[in-house]
């Protein structure tokens, strides 16, 4: 796409014959940013074996929780933790 619209902008300052030299050099950028697009691709897919650079992953759980409480009632919060089903761990 980007080939396209280089290609159309460079065509609209052709002051012979804009309309036949714009679409002409649109359609030779398309080919040209289609075919090195298509290397690039090929070159990176390469690079990496076909391996993909991310794992897809269903959720994401914490291991642990940090909780920050005023000193006047921490007494008060690690007893409230402790009540957790999860024993305040």
Do not use: C, K
Request: glycine letters at 14%.
């Amino acid at each position: 796409m980007l080939g396209l619209l280089f290609g159309w902008l460079f065509g609209l300052f052709n002051w012979i014959d804009p309309v036949v030299a714009s679409f002409s050099l649109a359609f030779y950028g398309l080919v040209f940013g289609a075919v090195v697009g298509a290397l690039l691709g090929l070159l990176t897919h390469a690079m990496t074996g076909g391996r993909r650079d991310f794992a897809s992953v269903s959720g994401m759980q914490a291991s642990r929780y940090d909780v920050l409480v005023d000193e006047e009632v921490a007494a008060q919060a690690v007893q409230i933790l402790a009540q957790h089903p999860t024993g305040g761990s």
